[in-house]
């Protein structure tokens, strides 16, 4: 017999899920589909007869009972930091075209990477900067960097320089959208 299961994230196509009774030496066809948002990672469990484990489209041959594991991962979103002061225009425009750029973006497949499709994600970081201080700036920013893969935003010059810095030592591309010279 073979036994057939998924785990989260998609299914079998071929042969199908459950307890499947072949012949020894039978070649049986395996198909997976991964869902919106996943991607086949390997099948697990009794792989020795599978061709390539790896595969989302390969074969096993019957030798014996089986039992194997179609395994999936939910692909990750790509996620910015939009960082601004958000009580003022220049904030609340940051953040608004952001959330345009990526509801545009996930209504499509999302951004291919290496191709894999990822979908966009967004953090709102209050900078405060207009009315408070750099460091309050940095404080907000630091709170999220180790949460995001980008930081986008900032208006100030010497606020800009200290959010540069945390993206810089974060190991984050900082991407600059304010009114400061020479950055």
Not at 101 to 119: L, Q
């Amino acid at each position: 017999d073979l036994i057939v299961s998924t785990t989260e994230g998609g299914e079998v196509l071929t042969p199908d899920n459950g307890t499947l009774s072949y012949d020894e030496g039978t070649v049986v066809p395996l198909v997976v589909f991964p869902h919106t948002g996943y991607r086949f990672v390997n099948w697990t469990g009794d792989v020795d007869t599978i061709a390539d484990f790896n595969a989302a489209s390969t074969t096993i041959t019957m030798q014996g009972n089986y039992e194997i594991t179609a395994n999936f991962e939910e692909i990750p979103p790509i996620t910015f930091a939009i960082a601004g002061p958000m009580t003022v225009v220049q904030g609340k425009h940051h953040w608004w075209g952001a959330e345009l750029a990526r509801d545009e973006i996930n209504a499509g497949a999302g951004v291919n990477v290496g191709g894999v499709c990822h979908k966009i994600e967004l953090i709102r970081v209050d900078t405060n900067e207009i009315s408070g201080t750099p460091d309050e700036g940095v404080n907000a920013l630091e709170a999220v960097i180790d949460d995001v893969d980008f930081v986008l935003g900032g208006l100030e010059t010497q606020s800009i320089a200290a959010y540069r810095e945390v993206a810089m030592e974060a190991k984050k591309i900082f991407i600059n959208c304010g009114a400061a010279p020479g950055f």
